[in-house]
C-alpha cells in the first residue's frame, strides 16, 4: 500500500509564490513516476508537472516558466515550487505516482490564488 500526503496549499496573492510537498510512504522500491495533478471547481483533473527518473519534467503549458518540480529521492520526497501565481491557479492540486502499473494519489491540498 502506498500513502501520498501532500502539505504546503494556502491562500496566496496573485504574483504570489508558494510551495508544495509530496511525502510517499512505500517498501524497497524506488518511486520511478511523480508529479502533481489539479482540478479546479467544474473542470477536469489535469495535468501540471509530471517526472521520470532519468527524464526530464513534462509541465503543462499553463504552468510552464513559473511552476517546478524538485525530487528528493532519498526521502521519496517530490515538491512543486509555483511562482507568479494567477487566479486561474486556484484549484485542489494532487500528488500522483505511478508504481507498476497502479496509480495512487494523495488526498489533495487547496490553492487558492485571489487579492
Known amino acids: 500500500q502506498v500513502e501520498l500526503v501532500e502539505s504546503g496549499g494556502g491562500l496566496v496573492q496573485p504574483g504570489g509564490s508558494l510551495r508544495l510537498s509530496c511525502a510517499a510512504s512505500?517498501?524497497?522500491?524506488?518511486?520511478?513516476?511523480m508529479g502533481w495533478f489539479r482540478q479546479a471547481p467544474g473542470k477536469q483533473r489535469e495535468l501540471v508537472a509530471l517526472?521520470?527518473?532519468?527524464?526530464?519534467?513534462l509541465y503543462s503549458d499553463s504552468v510552464k516558466g513559473r511552476f517546478t518540480l524538485f525530487r528528493d529521492d532519498a526521502k521519496n520526497l517530490v515538491h512543486l515550487q509555483m511562482n507568479s501565481l494567477k487566479p486561474d491557479d486556484t484549484a485542489v492540486y494532487f500528488c500522483?505516482?505511478?508504481?507498476?502499473?497502479?496509480?495512487?494519489w494523495g488526498q489533495g491540498t487547496q490553492v487558492t490564488v485571489s487579492s
Open positions: 500522483y505516482t505511478l508504481i507498476g502499473a497502479s496509480p495512487y
Open positions: 512505500v517498501t524497497s522500491f524506488a518511486i520511478n513516476i
Open positions: 517526472n521520470t527518473i532519468g527524464h526530464s519534467t
